[in-house]
């Protein structure tokens, strides 16, 4: 199965975010800098485009970690402080627990001073896809 059209990280996706993801065992993180057509408020992020990638940026994790796929159950995402546009932003998750095939994951989106904008947590289902 082929992600290359997926919205959020598809390399192939003419409109998509193009989110490329570091793995370092413990945690992942990428990097986007949101340009104007991503915009909700002025000069703020739609918050629909920040609940994707940190949706993503979670199920990539699991992706890197245990090399299986996995389908969002639960994504709760708590909007501290309006995220900024056109501005580099970091987007980090991992993994807080797993019992059987559901994984709770934390992934937060931080400004270049490190301020925390947003932060979700969720519940993803390991499945197999054919």
């Not at 793995?23 to 992020?45: N, S």
């Not at 609940?51 to 299986?68: N, P, Q, R, V």
Request: glycine share 6%.
């Amino acid at each position: 199965m082929s992600d290359e059209y997926c919205f959020a990280c598809g390399e192939k996706n003419p409109i998509g975010l193009h989110l490329m993801f570091d793995f370092d065992g413990e945690k992942i993180t990428t990097r986007k800098f949101l340009p104007r057509e991503f915009e909700g408020y002025e000069g703020a992020a739609h918050g629909g485009i920040i609940s994707t990638m940190l949706d993503e940026t979670m199920c990539k994790f699991i992706d890197a970690k245990y090399h299986e796929r996995a389908m969002t159950g639960r994504l709760e995402v708590r909007f501290k402080f309006p995220t900024p546009i056109e501005q580099e932003l970091k987007i980090s998750a991992w993994e807080e627990s797993q019992r059987r095939n559901i994984i709770a994951m934390r992934s937060t989106v931080e400004t270049p001073d490190g301020v925390i904008t947003a932060e979700a947590t969720a519940k993803f289902a390991v499945v197999a896809l054919s």
